[in-house]
């Protein structure tokens, strides 16, 4: 079983930079794609961003990309979203998402959240005007 733990949450302006963690135990991660969602009251859960465990490739949803970066640290066994210019918009409870690839089978970044079988509890991040 893979337990996922967001962290770093909170309030700030816009213009301002947040970070968010996703702390990750329970299996060995090398062949897990992990991403980043995000949901607002009333909308459906949007793709924010996505890694691969083991390669380190990414994929960016286009209204993050310049200003969001997704990053692991093998060591940490953690995932990080750091957030720069952040606008009102940006206002949601994200989540971490993990999906598992048997071994062999290509890590694939996908953007859809019906696809990511581990998932953390959110942390809010609010940006005000």
């Known amino acids: 079983q893979v337990q996922l733990v967001e962290s770093g949450g909170g309030l700030v302006q816009a213009g301002d930079s947040l970070r968010v963690s996703c702390e990750v135990s329970?299996?060995?991660?090398?062949?897990?794609?992990m991403a980043w969602f995000r949901q607002t009251p009333g909308k459906e859960r949007e793709f924010v961003a996505a890694?691969?465990?083991?390669?380190?490739?990414?994929y960016y949803a286009d209204s993050v990309k310049g200003r969001f970066t997704i990053s692991r640290d093998s060591a940490k066994n953690t995932v990080y979203l750091q957030m720069n210019s952040l606008k009102p918009e940006d206002t949601a409870v994200y989540y971490c998402?993990?999906?598992?690839?048997?071994?062999?089978?290509?890590?694939?970044?996908?953007?859809?959240?019906?696809?990511?079988?581990?998932w953390g509890q959110g942390t809010q991040v609010t940006v005000s005007s």
């Open positions: 998402a993990a999906k598992y690839y048997p071994r062999g089978t290509p890590v694939l970044l996908s953007p859809r959240s019906d696809l990511y079988r581990y």
């Open positions: 329970g299996r060995t991660f090398s062949s897990y794609a």
């Open positions: 890694i691969s465990w083991s390669d380190g490739r990414i």
